[in-house]
């Protein structure tokens, strides 16, 4: 299967002549955060061709803080000790790129640097995807990935909703809208900008489609390396965000909004590829399967409940977890099917992957690819032996192990997941249990609704 790069969208050259005559004014300089969400600067157009393309700076507390932009305690890396000093926000140039849903604008994402080595600073996201891309060049393989973003749109605005309380949420249509052509053409008004500003920003859009669910959006882009796979879902989870607010809509990837309803996911595609052929792919195998495939499976598959957290972040995100809902709970693989955590898909063919079904939308596409390629490689290194595929309702299989039910499991198996320390580096570990700690920490001080209207009576 040959893959059609894009073609670099804004040479810095072009973006100079566009500053000089007027079509661009605003540069917007971002680096992606632990969350995943586009953090940065506005800049003049004039003053980033100038001097700022060569690096701008921030305050180090933002690869630090948590979704409300607390600055908890129990960071190495930064703390109220240290001063919480400055980052390096180095721009990278290819990724530069207009963002036509808003005027006059153009967008570049960074690398963050340590201020005063100029190294990567080893917790960024960015970095830590790199590093891992970097280990899988070493054995020779290059690989390609594709995310999946669910979503759901709402009736009312963001700034609406939070004055609401969060309260009476009604989403954007009244029924299951999955692959429904009348019900997603009501919703047109803001997917075909969605599609089309993100098309025209160069991200190479497939396609969208009504998911299982009233409200559920699915936007798909095609498969792409692993670092541009990353900056694309980051930027089209943004442009999601923006341009249904432009339009009087809120879009949440917020994993699970309802008890009843279903979730949202980010299931994420994944395939080797060796001097542009499909790694992946040996006619003679069972499926279809290469050697190399059967042991990336084998590894992605034995460490994913040391990096679930990666996958799930947040107290949220285990809500999504249920039987018979499509979200798996299973460490085990099958042949397209869609209730086990892996699913062999293009069965039999050069485009024969793996998808990860077990990530919710709120995942980092930067970390989850990160450790899925980490456990992938350390497979390939064991030559670890793939077990059979499952067939059936995998949600009835005793033998089959389970993910992590709970943040506070998941943080568990992350601090002391040997594998991973190896792999990210003691520090990147500590790193994020302590974000994954905080979460936790912040949701049991909080006495929920549930709580009181089941107890306040009859306790
Ligand atoms: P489905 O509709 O069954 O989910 P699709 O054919 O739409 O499957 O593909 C889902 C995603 O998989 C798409 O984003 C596509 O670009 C991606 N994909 C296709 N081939 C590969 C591959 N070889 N490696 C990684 N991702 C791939």
């Not at 879009?251 to 994944?270: E, Y």
Request: aromatic share 10%.
């Amino acid at each position: 299967m040959k893959v059609n790069k894009m073609p670099a969208t804004l040479t810095f050259d072009d973006m100079k002549t566009q500053v000089a005559d007027g079509t661009v004014d605003t540069v917007l300089v971002c680096f992606v955060d632990m969350q995943g969400r586009l953090m940065g600067k506005r800049f003049h157009g004039a003053n980033f061709v100038e001097t700022s393309f060569e690096e701008t700076h921030c305050c180090n507390y933002l690869l630090a803080t948590d979704l409300e932009m607390a600055t908890p305690e129990g960071y190495a890396s930064t703390s109220w000790e240290t001063g919480y000093g400055d980052y390096v926000m180095k721009p990278d140039l290819t990724t530069l790129r207009p963002v036509p849903w808003l005027e006059g604008t153009v967008m570049v994402l960074c690398d963050v640097l340590d201020h005063h080595t100029h190294e990567p600073v080893p917790h960024s996201p960015r970095a830590i995807l790199k590093k891992q891309i970097k280990r899988l060049e070493a054995l020779g393989f290059e690989a390609k990935m594709a995310t999946e973003l669910e979503f759901f749109l709402f009736e009312k605005t963001l700034d609406e909703i939070r004055k609401g309380g969060f309260r009476d949420l009604a989403p954007i249509s009244s029924y299951n809208e999955d692959y429904h052509i009348f019900q997603t053409t009501k919703e047109e008004g803001v997917m075909r900008p969605i599609r089309n500003h993100l098309y025209a920003a160069g991200l190479p859009i497939e396609n969208s489609k009504g998911e299982a669910e009233a409200g559920q959006e699915e936007l798909n882009i095609r498969y792409s390396p692993a670092l541009e796979c990353a900056d694309y879902h980051s930027i089209a989870k943004h442009a999601i965000k923006e341009i249904a607010w432009q339009n009087g809509h809120a879009a949440t990837f917020l994993p699970k909004w309802h008890k009843d309803r279903v979730g949202s996911s980010s299931h994420v595609h994944q395939s080797l590829w060796k001097d542009g052929e499909a790694a992946f792919f040996d006619k003679s195998g069972k499926h279809g399967m290469s050697k190399v495939m059967e042991h990336y499976m084998a590894g992605l598959i034995h460490y994913s409940p040391e990096y679930t957290y990666f996958l799930a972040p947040y107290v949220n995100s285990y809500k999504r977890f249920s039987k018979g809902t499509f979200a798996p709970t299973k460490t085990v693989w099958s042949v397209d099917n869609r209730t086990a955590g892996f699913r062999l898909c293009g069965e039999g063919t050069k485009g024969v992957r793996v998808e990860c079904r077990i990530g919710g939308s709120d995942l980092n596409p930067y970390l989850a690819q990160a450790v899925m390629l980490a456990a992938g490689i350390k497979g390939i290194e064991d030559a670890m032996e793939l077990a059979p595929a499952t067939t059936g309702d995998v949600y009835e299989d005793a033998k089959a192990m389970d993910i992590p039910q709970t943040l506070r499991d998941a943080t568990q198996t992350l601090r002391g997941s040997k594998f991973l320390r190896e792999v990210l580096g003691d520090d990147v570990v500590d790193h994020y249990t302590r974000a994954a700690e905080w979460e936790q920490e912040e949701f049991d001080r909080v006495v929920t609704d549930w709580e009181i209207a089941r107890g306040f009576e009859r306790a």
